[in-house]
């Protein structure tokens, strides 16, 4: 198995662990919204348009954001907000030029929210052991997103020579997926690592021992 950030077993950081929730953060009060419609609901039963609509607030007018937007040298950036046992919050920042690989969503639901510059996001499907290029879609801040894996596989890039960033929700949290080459359609198992946890850098921490202390 591929890994997106090769990192050392070690005892996790206690700043990387699960805060303790305010409610004078905007972004807690998302996470606490998004609990309510997320937290024990089977994936089938959970109100797609009113996870949007929540997101699509947040990003029309809040910007507590912005501590946690750490951007990549070499990759774009996976800074984790808040994890749960249903659904994982995540701030990707993308550089002028960074894109991610093709990928599918391990079967969970992702929504994707643009809150600084634009993204450009491709779909793909795979048949017959090839890749066909789908649809390209261009968002701006304020625009929502959502794909699963009956849907597509996509690719995102920043786009129009911009950073961009954006607020991307997995429910259920995706730790593992697969990424397809483009010209073969040959896919590889990779590990979804972080960036930061709450604004603090992850450096060489294991992606498994974060995800053990934001255990409920
Ligand atoms: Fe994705």
């Not at 005892?11 to 009060?29: H, I, K, Q």
């Not at 920043?158 to 997926?177: K, T």
Request: contains cysteine.
């Amino acid at each position: 198995m591929t890994d997106l950030n090769p990192m050392t077993d070690g005892d996790v950081d206690p700043a990387m662990a699960r805060p303790v929730r305010s409610d004078d953060c905007s972004l807690d009060r998302l996470t606490a919204a998004l609990e309510v419609e997320l937290d024990g609901v089977a994936p089938a039963e959970v109100d797609g348009a009113r996870v949007a609509s929540l997101l699509r607030k947040y990003a029309a007018g809040e910007d507590s954001w912005r501590r946690y937007a750490l951007f990549g040298d070499g990759t774009y950036s996976r800074n984790l907000i808040w994890r749960s046992r249903d659904f994982e919050l995540l701030l990707l920042c993308w550089k002028s030029g960074q894109a991610s690989a093709i990928h599918d969503h391990g079967n969970q639901n992702c929504w994707m929210a643009v809150l600084d510059g634009a993204l450009e996001e491709e779909h793909f499907s795979a048949r017959d052991g090839e890749l066909k290029r789908g649809r390209v879609m261009t968002y701006e801040a304020g625009g929502v997103a959502f794909i699963q894996d009956e849907i597509a596989l996509h690719q995102i890039r920043a786009s129009g020579g911009q950073e961009g960033i954006s607020l991307h929700l997995y429910s259920r949290p995706i730790d593992h997926c697969l990424s397809f080459c483009p010209e073969s359609g040959d896919s590889t198992p990779i590990r979804a690592g972080y960036t930061s946890v709450r604004g603090t850098a992850c450096a060489q921490t294991d992606p498994e021992a974060i995800r053990r202390a934001w255990v409920d």
